[in-house]
């Protein structure tokens, strides 16, 4: 096992279109967690899954964004009708414990 | 609720110079701390962690040690070289709720000239 895997590493796209990332964390890893990162920002924190279950939605998650984990594996996290305001470096970080989280590289969305 | 506050960036410093990066955080319980790195085009690495007072993290020459009394956890290194060139977050995990949810600061940025 490498780390945690994202997916694609850019996307652009056009305003308004539908965009989907993909996560695989490391495999024995129960808790995944999606950040936002902004330009000279530190990560926002979006939504925390344990296992299938998403436990917690942060307020920056609008309802043009939706995240799954499917039998608890990878996860995906899906932006609808995007908008300028969207884009930034998407992070997909997991743990096991309370032990500090491995990131995976991010996928960077640009909305043009 | 929990927040992190550290030194704004850049810093640019010579190689062999000594590196002190402050950070201050606010937490409501007993917080962990990390220091993270995220190299150019990268995602984030722990670099160190602690997790109680007086508690000292270390890696690849870099310390940084977990002051309850002033609520600080500076990143410091002895000599730095140009490959620390990099951005350094400053973070936080607030235990409650019963997982591991990390605040982190704005990031500050390291340059390292030869």
């Known amino acids: 096992d490498t780390g945690v895997s994202q997916n694609p590493r850019h996307k652009i796209t056009k305003r308004g279109q539908n965009v989907t990332f993909r996560c695989d964390p490391i495999s024995e890893h129960n808790r995944l967690y999606w950040y936002r990162q902004t330009l000279g920002q530190g990560p926002e924190f979006l939504t925390y899954?344990?296992?299938?279950?998403?436990?917690?939605k942060s307020r920056l998650l609008s309802d043009r964004f939706s995240a799954e984990r499917p039998k608890g594996s990878f996860s995906t996290l899906e932006i609808q009708r995007t908008e300028q305001g969207d884009s930034a470096m998407y992070l997909c970080a997991s743990t096991v414990a309370i032990d500090g989280y491995t990131f995976g590289s991010g996928t960077r969305l640009t909305v043009v | 609720g929990d927040s992190v506050t550290q030194m704004e960036g850049p810093v640019t410093l010579s190689e062999e110079a000594f590196l002190t990066i402050n950070c201050t955080y606010t937490a409501t319980g007993y917080p962990s701390l990390f220091w993270y790195v995220q190299y150019p085009g990268e995602g984030l690495q722990l670099l160190l962690k602690a997790t109680k007072a007086d508690d000292k993290g270390s890696n690849k020459g870099f310390e940084a040690t977990y002051r309850k009394e002033t609520t600080s956890f500076h990143l410091e290194k002895g000599s730095v070289q140009v490959s620390d060139s990099a951005v350094y977050f400053c973070?936080?995990?607030?235990?409650?709720?019963?997982?591991?949810?990390?605040?982190f600061g704005t990031g500050t940025k390291l340059q390292v000239i030869p």
């Open positions: 973070a936080l995990s607030d235990h409650a709720g019963g997982y591991q949810k990390v605040t």
């Open positions: 899954f344990q296992n299938e279950a998403q436990l917690e």
